[in-house]
């Protein structure tokens, strides 16, 4: 129940009616989300919600596109909660977006979902489920000559944005291999490009490797004259690491964890789905991305990089943490290991699983 004291200003007759009204919520098991106001009744429906849900056009945001070409998300959600949804290229932009309470939750990579998470100190957001695992892998140039860790030396590499999932990745990859990017003091030429000049970049031979997400990954090789020098998933514990997750801005989830939960479930519904339907997911898949991007992925590049993913509710939070070690050991994260003890809220999660007899994740 609300309190009603601020608006004790009146005369007593006001006072009295207020308190009348508190009452009468009250003996009704009122709660927070009741409309409150002078005259509300007490038997009022919860306010309408709007759920501000950002994602990206990407294979591996495959809930999100298949869910919303399918209305589980809606459904799921219910009349009482308006969905609008907001599409990102990147993971910083979304981060701002959270923190500007433009959206109220997004699907991200696990890097910037750790940049903002220590940036506001731990408050500002939580992660509360996992979206997909692995679908990231390095690419050489057939003809770079480039066989060994070694050959990388006084090359020019390629990663989506500077100290997203991949840069990390390939940036403590060099490290472990003996190697460092010019930034830190060595001969690997390390350039942030976007996937699309990425592929553009090695088609004319300007750069001569590149760590990037699907599907990119098969797009420099049908496309590129690329080949796979390293699936990331040959670095991981039975190949699983976080690639994208969901995240919640903390204080939505706060105030509306009723919401949350109607998320997750439309979320870990379509998860299931997909897993039992990957034929016909592909295809609302890259129905959904042609709506943002106008085009469409091509079946050869989606059918490969569909087998390089796997579409997963698991926030794998083990790889999330050793890509933190990574990013601070790179000096990403400020000159003091982060805390990241409370980034995950997976109790909802554990909630929807355990209503559809599913195991509980770990975080």
């Known amino acids: 129940m609300r309190a009603f004291t601020h608006r004790l ?49 990407n294979i591996t945001h495959a809930q999100p596109l298949v869910g919303l070409e399918r209305g589980t998300y809606a459904e799921e959600l219910g009349a009482n909660v308006k969905l609008e949804t907001k599409t ?53 140039r057939a003809d770079a000559g480039m066989s060994t860790p070694a050959d990388f030396a006084n090359k020019k590499v390629a990663t989506p944005q500077l100290g997203n999932t991949q840069d990390v990745a390939l940036r403590a990859w060099l490290q472990k291999n003996g190697l460092k990017d010019k930034d830190h003091g060595g001969n690997v030429q390390v350039i942030p490009t976007a996937n699309a000049d990425t592929l553009t970049l090695f088609q004319r031979g300007q750069i001569d490797a590149a760590w990037v997400p699907e599907p990119w990954g098969t797009r420099l090789i049908q496309e590129a004259n690329g080949r796979l020098f390293l699936d990331e998933r040959d670095l991981w514990p039975n190949g699983d690491f976080v690639t994208t997750q969901l995240i919640v801005r903390t204080k939505f989830l706060n105030e509306h964890p009723e919401v949350v939960e109607k998320l997750l ?27 943002v991007t106008n085009a469409a992925i091509p079946d050869a590049v989606i059918n490969t990089a569909w087998r390089n ?13 050793k890509s933190a070690d990574d990013a601070f050991a790179l000096g990403y994260l400020g000159d003091k290991k982060p805390d990241l003890a409370n980034i995950y809220s997976l109790d909802l999660l554990n909630k929807v699983l355990a209503s559809l007899n599913l195991k509980a994740v770990q975080q």
Do not use: M
């Not at 009122?30 to 950002?54: F, I, M, Q």
């Open 265 to 291: 479930l439309a979320h870990v519904k379509t998860t299931l789905w997909i897993n039992d339907n990957p034929d016909e997911a592909k295809k609302l898949v890259n129905q959904g991305i042609k709506k």
């Open 309 to 321: 993913q796997k579409v997963t509710y698991d926030p794998i939070a083990s790889s999330l943490r």
């Open 88 to 140: 990102f290229n990147a993971g910083p932009a979304a981060i701002e977006a959270l923190f500007a309470g433009a959206i109220d939750a997004t699907y991200i990579g696990p890097n910037p979902a750790i940049n903002g998470y220590v940036q506001s100190e731990g408050k500002d957001l939580r992660i509360v489920a996992g979206a997909t695992s692995a679908g990231a892998s390095l690419i050489v």
């Open 9 to 57: 200003t009146a005369t007593l007759a006001f006072a009295t009616a207020v308190l009348f009204v508190a009452a009468t919520v009250a003996a009704c098991g009122g709660d927070d989300t009741a409309n409150t106001g002078p005259g509300a009744s007490a038997t009022a429906k919860v306010e309408n919600v709007t759920l501000r849900l950002g994602y990206f056009p």
